[in-house]
């Protein structure tokens, strides 16, 4: 008997494990694991500002744990350095000048245009 899809495979490996009296565990696929412990250096003597709703992440990915969320009218974060993740986009490392918080802010979500150089890209 030949099997047409995917889902009809699992059904009959659950039928074939219930039969054998067993237990099937199927993994699903997960999804590739992103680095939140980037190195990052002062490189920076840059300042900026955070969009509202502007999230500090621990790394310069989405995925990575948020530390802090801008609210209300924008605030100024300190410039560390760039780096460019795996996706392509472009993450700053920061100082946020209110709470002194650290961490990864998307490029997207900083008001002003920014002039970036090989000078001030986070070194590895």
Not at 42 to 71: F, I, M, W
């Amino acid at each position: 008997m030949k099997l047409r899809s995917r889902a009809h495979r699992l059904q009959a490996l659950g039928a074939a494990a219930t039969l054998a009296g067993g237990l099937a565990v199927v993994a699903a696929p997960s999804a590739q694991a992103v680095d939140c412990s980037t190195a990052w250096q002062d490189l920076s003597s840059g300042y900026n500002s955070l969009n509202q709703g502007a999230p500090v992440k621990a790394g310069p990915h989405a995925e990575c744990a948020t530390r802090y969320t801008q609210s209300g009218t924008a605030s100024s974060v300190q410039l560390h350095c760039w780096t460019k993740n795996t996706a392509g986009n472009i993450w700053w490392h920061v100082r946020h000048q209110g709470t002194g918080t650290n961490g990864w802010v998307y490029e997207g979500n900083l008001y002003y245009s920014i002039v970036r150089n090989d000078g001030n890209r986070c070194k590895a």
